[in-house]
């Protein structure tokens, strides 16, 4: 069964102060793997699609990686602003999306 | 502007009534989704269409119908077989199949009383 894992569950940081996001997958053929930001009460906002191992892709502070087997969120300098839920999900081979829990993050100034 | 609208924001159910919530979209994209969003879950698929006049169980399907009769239009209607509809109902749709970037609208909160 198809499996994402996303850690930590929540993540407090200063503002500042630059972290990292965790998505581990098990899927049998990657198709892509996506990252979504969600603000409480509205719906997820798409942000970045990584289709193989080794692409990367930035936005603003944002920076995504993708592995054979994990993909990180990078937040360089966050703000205040960056606080929400990340999302994660992958999407193999004919198949449909399959969403990990999210990530909190709470960026305090 | 393009987009997905969602209506209403919140509905209140009482036990055994049926509800239908509303998703349209303007950016001429063929499939169209349904997700439920729960506490501490991932989102999971209830409905999918990848065209009109055809649609797809995902992995929730049990107490839900949808119809398409239209390209721009893809309601969900949470039947009284739904025994724990309370939760956070999320409509997305995509240019094409389940290959391409799906993109959310901004949610209905359905509680029942």
């Known amino acids: 069964e198809d499996q994402v894992t996303q850690s930590p569950e929540a993540l407090r940081l200063q503002e500042g102060e630059s972290s990292s996001l965790n998505c581990s997958y098990t899927?049998?053929?990657?198709?892509?793997l996506f990252w979504y930001r969600q603000d409480p009460g509205k719906g997820p906002e798409f942000l970045f699609t990584l289709y193989s191992a080794g692409e990367e892709k930035e936005k603003e502070r944002l920076k995504a990686t993708l592995t054979k087997k994990e993909s990180f969120l990078h937040i360089t300098a966050p703000k205040p602003e960056d606080s929400a839920t990340y999302l994660c999900?992958?999407?193999?081979?004919?198949?449909?999306?399959?969403f990990g829990a999210g990530t909190i993050l709470r960026v305090k100034s | 502007d393009g987009g997905i609208t969602q209506s209403p924001k919140y509905l209140f159910r009482k036990e055994g009534q049926n509800v239908t919530l509303s998703c349209e979209q303007n950016l001429n994209h063929d499939a169209m989704y349904w997700y439920r969003q729960d506490p501490g879950q991932g989102l999971r698929l209830i409905y999918y269409?990848?065209?009109?006049?055809?649609?797809q169980k995902g992995d929730i399907a049990e107490g839900y119908s949808v119809s398409r009769e239209k390209k721009e239009s893809f309601p969900l209607t949470v039947t009284s077989a739904q025994k724990n509809p309370t939760a956070f109902y999320l409509c997305?749709?995509?240019?094409?199949?389940?290959?391409?970037?799906?993109?959310f609208g901004p949610g209905t909160r359905l509680t029942v009383l």
């Open positions: 997305a749709s995509s240019r094409d199949g389940l290959t391409d970037t799906q993109y």
């Open positions: 999900a992958v999407m193999e081979y004919g198949n449909k999306l399959v």
């Open positions: 899927v049998s053929g990657l198709r892509g």
């Open positions: 269409s990848q065209i009109v006049n055809d649609f």
